[in-house]
């Protein structure tokens, strides 16, 4: 089965620039989500979507970050404007189903946002 | 807090020895712990998870509920078993959450 699929692989963007990614997950899978991995750390969740509805946006920056998943399958997360600190790998996963526990995640590529 | 602690940044070993990836974890609850692992060029992967109790590609991870710990092991490393390595704690709404991970690098 194919995977997670995200473009681009990798931006380079100005300070105070937008900047878009997206994401196809796994052929079924309800939950969706978005992180981000600065250097030197582990992946952090920004998002998570069930279907089309957030379950989790708690650690999303909403004055600059945005995200949707309008038909409950691609989903686009948004920088508006881009700070240096956004700097970051930002990885899509997708899982079967929300309520089961122990349900596996799996990773996109990611994209490397470079914000100069 | 939720929050999981891998205290190495880069384990080295020589071909054959032994190894053990550090993880702690703090959660309020029972929790579910997994280990990722990321190849060089490759996306983040699953490697195990603790309810299962399996061994993948030689390596088993026990939960230690006095010690809050979920460490990796293997008994022999091998030279393609350099990788990062992420420890993840389930939490709410299943959402991951991870440690800053630990790059094995095994010598030949």
């Known amino acids: 089965e194919a995977g997670v699929a995200q473009s681009p692989r990798y931006k380079i963007i100005e300070k105070r620039q937008s900047v878009a990614f997206w994401c196809n997950p796994i052929?079924?899978?309800?939950?969706l989500y978005w992180y981000q991995q600065i250097l030197g750390q582990g992946p952090k969740l920004l998002i998570q979507f069930q279907n089309n509805g957030v379950v989790d946006d708690s650690q999303l920056p909403k004055d600059r970050f945005s995200a949707e998943r309008l038909k409950g399958v691609d989903s686009t997360l948004k920088i508006q404007p881009a700070k240096l600190e956004d700097s970051a790998v930002y990885l899509c996963?997708?899982?079967?189903?929300?309520?089961?526990?122990?349900?596996?995640?799996?990773f996109g590529p990611g994209t490397r946002l470079l914000v100069l | 807090a939720q929050r999981v602690t891998q205290p190495e940044k880069l384990l080295s070993v020589f071909k054959g020895a032994p190894v053990e990836l550090k993880c702690n974890y703090s959660y309020s609850g029972s929790p579910e712990l997994f280990w990722y692992v990321q190849y060089s060029r490759q996306r983040l992967q699953l490697l195990l998870r603790?309810?299962s109790r399996e061994s993948i590609k030689g390596f088993t991870a026990d939960l230690n509920k006095g010690e809050t710990s979920f460490h990796l092991k293997k008994p022999f490393a091998q030279e393609e078993d350099s990788a990062m390595y992420y420890c993840a704690l389930r939490g709410a709404t299943n959402k991951l959450i991870f440690g800053t991970g630990t790059l094995l690098a095994v010598q030949p």
């Open positions: 052929s079924g899978h309800a939950t």
């Open positions: 996963a997708s899982s079967l189903d929300l309520g089961r526990a122990q349900e596996t995640q799996y």
């Open positions: 603790h309810i």
